[in-house]
């Protein structure tokens, strides 16, 4: 049933194009607009919404990261992301207004699940990203917006949140358009961009793998690592993070870029691996800039660099120890392909201390007790 790979995990990663081109399919009219048959929920109630709160946990809590990032920047709704076992013990504040989308691979995550019944006793709608048909978790909720990307059996999920993220946008671009945010050609513009993410997930798996492999090799006794992201590659640092600390069981942080000065930067000391994503240098100049001054920073310090970087960036260049290249894509995609290779390096080095990538210690695929 692993088709010839020799993990489930390693299947599940290079499925990872197939999970965002089949969370695309079926879901656009003959004039390329967005139709969400499956949801049922009115255009009238998408219009009404003025507040989104995504609850999930690990992973998919991360793929909510990235929702609220191009959420927010399309649809001009605030967009908050909590951990669902944190939610309702705040009393969030809730109204019929709000929208909160529960993000879950297994659909079974109690805490998720907990969350999403405390949403709809408050009178809110709840709505489902998920990647498997019938669980509790979509039947619970007012609509479902399945994932597809096939059943993932490695307890590190990989290709679900890849997927996450595609029907994340999907359900960004849909309110833009019930919402007249965005125009349509603009619309029709990023669905292009978001068909061609498959492509270009494709081409990491091809050809960046060697490289992935040999930043694996020469950090294989390292006993922690520094994931650092601005922007969409915050929630890519995050992920990249949790996948080595739950495979590799190597201690990891993640953290915003911007952070590095406010604390972190006091973990730099000589060799200490730090991996960085750096946003594309075409359009948010400044950003790319000040991630790149991140790099040169825990590089006087002797740290040992992995940076992932948009093809041909020559600041990348000239700070990294390993780069992995990224295709040219929008930045608000980037996460799609950004993660690929993150991925990637958790499964290698895992595999290189001779450890069960499908079944880490501990962990379970669902959590199914609060
Ligand atoms: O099935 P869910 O998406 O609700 O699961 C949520 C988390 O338990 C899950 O993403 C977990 O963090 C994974 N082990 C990550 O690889």
């Given at each position: 049933?692993?088709?010839?790979?020799?993990?489930?995990?390693?299947?599940?990663?290079?499925?990872?194009?197939?999970?965002?081109?089949?969370?695309?399919?079926?879901?656009?009219?003959?004039?390329?607009?967005?139709?969400?048959?499956?949801?049922?929920?009115?255009?009238?109630?998408?219009?009404?919404?003025?507040?989104?709160?995504?609850?999930?946990?690990?992973?998919?809590?991360?793929?909510?990261?990235?929702?609220?990032?191009?959420?927010?920047?399309?649809?001009?709704?605030?967009?908050?992301?909590?951990?669902?076992?944190?939610?309702?013990?705040?009393?969030?504040?809730?109204?019929?207004?709000?929208?909160?989308?529960?993000?879950?691979?297994?659909?079974?995550?109690?805490?998720?699940?907990?969350?999403?019944?405390?949403?709809?006793?408050?009178?809110?709608?709840?709505?489902?990203?998920?990647?498997?048909?019938?669980?509790?978790?979509?039947?619970?909720?007012?609509?479902?917006?399945?994932?597809?990307?096939?059943?993932?059996?490695?307890?590190?999920?990989?290709?679900?949140?890849?997927?996450?993220?595609?029907?994340?946008?999907?359900?960004?671009?849909?309110?833009?358009?019930?919402?007249?945010?965005?125009?349509?050609?603009?619309?029709?513009?990023?669905?292009?961009?978001?068909?061609?993410?498959?492509?270009?997930?494709?081409?990491?798996?091809?050809?960046?793998?060697?490289?992935?492999?040999?930043?694996?090799?020469?950090?294989?006794?390292?006993?922690?690592?520094?994931?650092?992201?601005?922007?969409?590659?915050?929630?890519?640092?995050?992920?990249?993070?949790?996948?080595?600390?739950?495979?590799?069981?190597?201690?990891?942080?993640?953290?915003?870029?911007?952070?590095?000065?406010?604390?972190?930067?006091?973990?730099?000391?000589?060799?200490?691996?730090?991996?960085?994503?750096?946003?594309?240098?075409?359009?948010?100049?400044?950003?790319?800039?000040?991630?790149?001054?991140?790099?040169?920073?825990?590089?006087?310090?002797?740290?040992?660099?992995?940076?992932?970087?948009e093809e041909g960036d020559p600041d990348a260049e000239r700070y990294a120890d390993v780069v992995l290249w990224r295709p040219v894509c929008p930045t608000l995609l980037s996460p799609l392909v950004d993660v690929v290779p993150l991925q990637l390096f958790a499964m290698d080095m895992a595999m290189l201390k001779g450890y069960d990538v499908d079944k880490p210690r501990n962990l379970a695929k669902s959590v199914t007790v609060e």
């Open positions: 049933e692993k088709g010839g790979w020799d993990s489930f995990m390693n299947k599940e990663i290079h499925e990872d194009p197939a999970a965002v081109g089949n969370t695309l399919l079926g879901r656009f009219n003959t004039s390329g607009d967005i139709v969400l048959d499956e949801v049922r929920i009115d255009e009238d109630v998408f219009r009404s919404i003025d507040k989104i709160i995504v609850v999930a946990c690990g992973t998919a809590s991360y793929a909510g990261l990235v929702a609220k990032y191009a959420i927010e920047h399309w649809v001009r709704i605030p967009v908050e992301v909590e951990l669902a076992h944190e939610f309702r013990y705040r009393d969030p504040i809730l109204t019929p207004r709000t929208l909160v989308v529960a993000i879950s691979q297994s659909g079974e995550t109690m805490d998720t699940l907990m969350a999403l019944r405390h949403a709809r006793e408050q009178g809110s709608r709840v709505l489902a990203i998920c990647n498997t048909q019938g669980a509790s978790i979509p039947r619970e909720s007012d609509a479902v917006l399945y994932t597809h990307a096939g059943p993932e059996i490695a307890v590190a999920s990989t290709k679900a949140f890849v997927a996450q993220i595609t029907a994340a946008y999907l359900l960004g671009l849909y309110l833009a358009q019930v919402k007249g945010t965005m125009y349509r050609d603009e619309i029709h513009q990023i669905l292009d961009q978001l068909k061609a993410m498959p492509e270009k997930i494709e081409w990491v798996l091809q050809t960046q793998s060697d490289s992935v492999h040999e930043a694996a090799k020469r950090m294989i006794d390292a006993h922690s690592f520094l994931f650092l992201g601005r922007h969409v590659g915050y929630p890519v640092a995050l992920e990249g993070a949790l996948k080595l600390k739950e495979i590799a069981y190597t201690f990891t942080e993640g953290f915003a870029a911007g952070e590095l000065k406010h604390g972190p930067i006091a973990l730099v000391d000589e060799g200490e691996p730090v991996v960085v994503i750096v946003p594309s240098a075409r359009g948010r100049d400044s950003l790319h800039n000040k991630v790149i001054s991140g790099i040169e920073e825990v590089k006087a310090r002797g740290a040992f660099t992995i940076v992932v970087a």
